[in-house]
C-alpha cells in the first residue's frame, strides 16, 4: 500500500559500519580497499542532500564487493554505491540513519574485453562513461550514450539509473545499451549474467530490473554493452522552429526523410539562449535577435551519404512547409561542437540563474505543444515566473525549469518550489507523463513516486525489495521510503 | 538453491477450478465469459505436454481478467493465460495439478489506441501479432515483430514469452518493442502502465520483467507498441557462402556499408535446403546444385536508396572479397516472397522429417563457426546424425537441430533425444551462449533451467516468484518447478 513503509524494521535497525564491522571488515580486505572518507563522497551536485558519513570501501574486484556486502548483510549494515556522483537525484548519499559503507566502484576500471566484429565491449562498473567511448571509437565503434557528466559518471551508475542523455530517440537509454551484467546481490551472491547474446530468454530479465534500480537491489560490477558502427558522415545543425508543434512536425519531416538517421533532436527554447549572456556564459546563441524556439538535429549517415547536403535538404523541405525560417548548418568540426557546446552550457546557464524548481518530465510527443500552454499558463498564475522549457524533443524528455523574473533570485521564491513542482507533476501526471524522465528516483523524488506512482506496481516493488533486499541495506532510503 | 521448490506449499496445495469454485465464478462474470474446452485449449505444437482439462474462460476486459484472478487468489486455483497457443515449450498448457482456470485472452481484442505521429500503437493482449502488423500498415507504419506464427500468436503471450523473429537484429525483440503494459498481478491489482513514453525513470522496470516471465508474474492485458517508419525500399537477396564465417563476415561487411539498413539475415544451410525436396514442400531452394550454406538478406532502406541496387554492390563486393559466389536478388515482390516461403518452409521440412533433438540456441556472434566445427563432431561421435544449422545468423540465434539418417524414422533414435541434447547444450554452455534464445522455458525446459541457469540468478527469480505470487497460482509449473 503506497505509504507503508518496505520493511518491518525501518532504517533504525540496522548497524552503523563503525567499531566492531569495520575492524573485522579490515580483517578480509586488502589495506587498500579502505580510503580516507574525503567530502566529496558526502555531496550531490544539486547540494540537497548531504551524506552523514560511512566507511569508504573501493574494493579492486567482484570478489572483493561480494565480501563487503556479504559482511553488510551478516552485520546489517547499510550500503551505498557510488559512481561517479553525478546523479541528480542524491542517490549517491544517505544523509540519515546509521552510517552506512560507502562503497566506492573508482578500483574496478578495467575494460574487460573488447569484441568488435560482435559488436560488444565489456567493462566493470568503475569505468567512466567517456573511457567506454573512447575504448569504443579506438576499435571504430560507437557507444551512443552520451550525457553532459559523461567525464566523470561510471558505467555502473549509468546503468544503475538508466540513464538517457542526447541519442536516445536513435540508440535508446542505457538499459537499451545492456546486454548482460554481472552483480553483487543483497545477500553477497554473485550474479554471472555478462552474456554477449542479443537473444536469450532463459528466465526473469533480472538485468533490465537491476537497471534502473538505483543500487537498491545489488550492486552493478560489471556489463556487456552494445556497440553500433560509427556513422560515415556526421551534421548538425540549428533551425529556428515558429513552435513546439512546429519543431514536432519537423521531427516527423526528418524522420520520414531520413529514417534511422536521426541521432540527435533537442528543443531549445530563446528564454534559455537568452539566458546565456544574462549569466556570462561563455557560448551566445548563434542570432542577432533570438528566436522563441530553435531545435538542434544531428545526423549521423552510412557511407555514400552526405549528412551536411541532407541537412540542406532538410531545412529547404521544412522552409516550404512553413516549419523552418533560418538556422545554421555546421559547415566544419569546429562549428558541430560550437553548436553543441551552446546547447550544453544551456544547464549551466540554468544554474547560474538558480532556478524556483525543475521538473525532468517526459510526455507523449503529441501532448507536447498543449502541455507547454497549459503548464505556462499555471506557472504565470502562481508567480511572475519565467519558463525555460528545453531538451531531448525527439524522446518527449523536456527539462522544464521555472525561474525567477529577470533581476530577482530565486531565494526570494525558495517558498512557491513545492507549489511549482505540485502544479507542474500534477500537469504531467494528467496527460500520462513521467515525473522523472531520465534523472530516476533517489531520496529526492521518493515522495513523488509514491504520490504519482501507480499503486500496484509500488506495491510490487516493495515486494521484490523484500524479497531481494529483506534486511534493507541496499541504498536505503533511495526510490522507496526505507 | 537450485532443485529447491519454489514454495512452501507445492501444486498440491492448489484446488481445482472446479465445483464451488466454478459457481462462484460464474455469479461474478456474464455468461459469455465461460466458453466449452475444446481440445485445443488442452494442446501444444510439438505434442510435448497435453493440459489435463480446466475452466475455459474468456474475459472481455481487463477488469473481468481482474476479477478472475481476485477469485483465484482467493481460492488457490492455478491459472493458465492462454493466447495463440503457439509457444513451443508447454506454457500454455498444464499437464498436471488440480483443474487450473484457462483464461484465455480471445477477447481481448481491442486496438485501443494509435497514435502514428507518436509512433505507438496500444493493443489489447489477444490482437494477434499480424493484426497489430495490419494495423501498423494501414497507418503507414511498421510493427517489426516478424514470426511463422504471427497469424495466430497474441501480442499478449508474444511479449509474456519475449518472442523474436527474423528482425531482431535490427529492431530487437517484443520487450524491445513494448513501452509499456497494463497487467493483472497475481492478487488481482491492475498495474496501469500503459504509457507512451520513451522515458520513464520512476521506479523498477516492471514492464521489463513481465515481458518474458511467460504469465508466471501476472497476465498482460494490454500493451504500448513501438512503432517505426515502413522502409521505402525493400529489397531481399539468397547468397551462396563458403561456411558459416564467411557469412558472419558478409554479416559484418553488410553492417559497414548499409549500417542499419539490414532488417534480416539468417544462415540457411544445405542440409536444410535439401529436406525441402526430401519432404516433398512445395518449394525449392533457387539453385541447381544444393550450396553448403546460403544467407538471405533483407535490406530496408530510406527513401532515394534502391534496395535491390545495394544488394548488388553488396553481393559483388562480397564477391571480390571471396565471401560469395553465386546468388539470387529478388527482383520483383513476388521473388522476394517466394525466397522467403523457401526459408519459412524449412521448419516444415524439419517437422515432417522429425527430428531427434531441437535446440533454440544463441551464441556470441565471433564463436559460431568453431561452435559449428565442434558441435558437428560431437553429434557425429553420437550416432549416424544428419544436421540442420540454420536461423537468425545476424543476432547470434540458430536453430541447431539433429536428425536421423536419410531414409530412416526420428522413432529409431528416439532413446537418444536425451543425450544428444546433453551433449548440445553443455557445448553452448562451453561457449557462453543460452539453451533459449527465443522460445523460453515453459515447462520443457524447466530442468535445463536448473541445469544451467545461474545460481544467483535461479535464487533471485525464486525470491520474486514468491513475492508476487506467493500462492504460486500463475501458470504453476512454468519456468520455475512448482
Known amino acids: 500500500m503506497p505509504g507503508s513503509p518496505c520493511h518491518a524494521d525501518p532504517m533504525s535497525d540496522l548497524n552503523p559500519a563503525t567499531g566492531p564491522f569495520e575492524q573485522t571488515l579490515r580483517t578480509k580486505l586488502p589495506e587498500a580497499a579502505f580510503r580516507a572518507l574525503t567530502p566529496g563522497y558526502l555531496e550531490e551536485p544539486r547540494g540537497l542532500f548531504r551524506g552523514q558519513g560511512g566507511l569508504l570501501v573501493a574494493p579492486r574486484s567482484t570478489e572483493e564487493v561480494a565480501t563487503v556486502i556479504r559482511a553488510c548483510a551478516t552485520a546489517r549494515v547499510g550500503v551505498v554505491p557510488y559512481g561517479g556522483g553525478t546523479g541528480l537525484v542524491g542517490g549517491q548519499v544517505m544523509p540519515e540513519g546509521p552510517a552506512p559503507v560507502i562503497l566506492s566502484t573508482e578500483r574496478l576500471t578495467a575494460i574487460r574485453a573488447l569484441h568488435p566484429s560482435e559488436n560488444v565491449l565489456v567493462a566493470e562498473a568503475g569505468v567512466t562513461l567517456a573511457e567506454v567511448q573512447n575504448a569504443a571509437e579506438a576499435a571504430d565503434r560507437l557507444f551512443p550514450l552520451s550525457l553532459a557528466s559523461e567525464g566523470s559518471c561510471r558505467i555502473g551508475g549509468t546503468l544503475a539509473t538508466n540513464a538517457g542523455g542526447v541519442n536516445v530517440l536513435r540508440y535508446g537509454t542505457a538499459r537499451e545499451l545492456c546486454l548482460g551484467l554481472e552483480a553483487v546481490l543483497p545477500d553477497g551472491q554473485v550474479w554471472h549474467g555478462l552474456k554477449r547474446l542479443r537473444k536469450d530468454n532463459t528466465g526473469y530479465d533480472l538485468r533490465d530490473l537491476l537497471c534502473g534500480a538505483e543500487g537498491t537491489l545489488g550492486v552493478i560490477t560489471a556489463a556487456s554493452l552494445r556497440l553500433f558502427p560509427r556513422p560515415a558522415s556526421v551534421g548538425t545543425a540549428l533551425l529556428v522552429v515558429p513552435d513546439p508543434q512546429a519543431a514536432l512536425d519537423l521531427l516527423a519531416l526528418a524522420g520520414s526523410r531520413l529514417g534511422g538517421g536521426v541521432s540527435a533532436f533537442e528543443l531549445i527554447s530563446g528564454t534559455g539562449m537568452g539566458f546565456l549572456a544574462e549569466t556570462d556564459c561563455p557560448t551566445r546563441a548563434p542570432f542577432v535577435t533570438l528566436p522563441g524556439w530553435a531545435v538542434l538535429i544531428e545526423l549521423g549517415l552510412g557511407a555514400g551519404q552526405d549528412a551536411e547536403a541532407e541537412l540542406l535538404n532538410l531545412f529547404e523541405a521544412a522552409q516550404e512547409a512553413g516549419l523552418s525560417s533560418d538556422g545554421v548548418i555546421a559547415q566544419s568540426e569546429a562549428q558541430r561542437a560550437a553548436l553543441w557546446q551552446m546547447r550544453e552550457e544551456i544547464p549551466e546557464a540554468n544554474r547560474r540563474l538558480g532556478s524556483v ?3 525532468d518530465i517526459s510526455l507523449p510527443l ?24 528545453f531538451g531531448h524533443l525527439g524522446d518527449g524528455n523536456l527539462h522544464y525549469n521555472v525561474f525567477p523574473p529577470k533581476g530577482r533570485g530565486k531565494a526570494e521564491f525558495a517558498g512557491r518550489r513545492a507549489e511549482v513542482a505540485e502544479a507542474v507533476y500534477a500537469l504531467v501526471q494528467d496527460y500520462d507523463g513521467s515525473f522523472s524522465a531520465e534523472h530516476g528516483v533517489g531520496r529526492l523524488k521518493v515522495g513523488d513516486l509514491e504520490r504519482f506512482g501507480d499503486p500496484a506496481k509500488l506495491a510490487a516493488m516493495r515486494a521484490i525489495k523484500q524479497a531481494l533486499d529483506p534486511q534493507g541495506i541496499m541504498n536505503p532510503g533511495a526510490v522507496l521510503r526505507a
Chains 1, 2 share one sequence.
Open 357 to 359: 524548481s525543475s521538473h
Open 366 to 389: 503529441s501532448v507536447i505543444p498543449e502541455f507547454l500552454r497549459r503548464a505556462g499558463e499555471v506557472v504565470a498564475g502562481l508567480g511572475p515566473f519565467r519558463v525555460n522549457a
